[in-house]
């Protein structure tokens, strides 16, 4: 179970509890490449009782079918509405007050619809912000937890924008999650092992996206990934860990280790540099090198009686 809570998330929590009964809005930042993944549980019991507009960051990265599914599946929940965006491209958030005004109902006249804007670390919340401003504010950075306080800014279209922390979560229960935000760069490259990572993210890609994989690469083929009876054992200290290689299909460490050998990762007698290859994967699909990709669905989101049990919990 990947678990962690930097002092300054666990502070930026009771400043969002104690900030809500004067919220109109939640404005919830996803990452589009992984909405289920990158949507905080914990923001989602604070604000439970609140009408939520869900941006979908980063649309110009997601495979677009899969977005507009993503995009109906949170339009039909109560009181939500979802847009992708590109937070770079102005034009695009232009519906955003709008769409917040709407989700509001009526506000007095004499004040501003109050927004809290929320999200995870690194997933272009700050971007966001400055985008709706039409100037800098928001500091903005590639690493997670840019942000540290909270900070209010007000809008045209009567809004009033209040930014928050980029909040993790104490712990990330189901481990497929986990690895679709480290291959992401939501968690740091040192809270799981960068070659994992590589690893799983090269199964589930060969599993979602094998042309766009196969060429970017030059791969002959896709390795099919046999199990051994170990992964289906029960660590001592913890719950069972899913094989995720098992559930992709396909082997990711040949597949990665291929990569290495094509992209300067072959070393004198043969031996393959195998983080070199996770580098090259890793890098070039946080650029968008492989094309437009969602690493999830809404049917990969696990029933309720799942996610409890605790059964996908990532071991770190």
Not at 54 to 70: C, G, V
């Amino acid at each position: 179970m990947l678990g962690w809570y930097p002092g300054h998330m666990n502070k930026a929590r009771r400043q969002i509890k104690e900030a809500l009964p004067e919220i109109d809005v939640v404005l919830e930042v996803l990452d589009a490449r992984l909405p289920y993944s990158s949507a905080n549980p914990m923001l989602a019991e604070l604000t439970e009782h609140k009408p939520v507009l869900k941006i979908l960051s980063r649309a110009d990265l997601a495979d677009p079918a899969q977005t507009e599914t993503w995009v109906e599946y949170f339009d039909a929940q109560e009181d939500t509405r979802a847009l992708a965006v590109t937070t770079t491209q102005a034009r695009e958030l232009k519906r955003i007050p709008k769409l917040c005004h709407e989700l509001a109902g009526q506000v007095r006249a004499d004040r501003d619809v109050r927004v809290m804007v929320m999200g995870i670390p690194n997933v272009g919340k700050s971007t966001l912000i400055n985008g709706l401003a039409g100037r800098k504010i928001a500091k903005t950075g590639n690493e997670p937890a840019v942000t540290k306080r909270q900070q209010k800014i007000r809008i045209e279209g009567r809004i009033a924008l209040i930014d928050t922390p980029g909040v993790l979560w104490p712990k990330i229960e189901n481990q497929a999650s986990a690895y679709r935000l480290a291959a992401s760069g939501a968690i740091r490259d040192t809270a799981i092992d960068y070659l994992d990572v590589a690893i799983v993210a090269a199964a589930e890609l060969a599993k979602r996206y094998p042309d766009a994989l196969s060429s970017r690469f030059k791969l002959k083929e896709l390795p099919p990934y046999s199990p051994v009876a170990q992964a289906a054992d029960v660590e001592a200290d913890g719950p069972q860990r899913i094989d995720l290689l098992a559930l992709a299909g396909f082997d990711g460490q040949a597949i990665v280790s291929e990569i290495a050998s094509k992209r300067g990762g072959l070393r004198a007698g043969g031996e393959v540099d195998m983080h070199r290859g996770a580098e090259v994967l890793l890098h070039e699909l946080r650029d968008g090198k492989l094309g437009r990709v969602t690493l999830e669905t809404p049917a990969d989101i696990p029933p309720p009686e799942s996610q409890a049990s605790g059964q996908e919990s990532t071991p770190v």
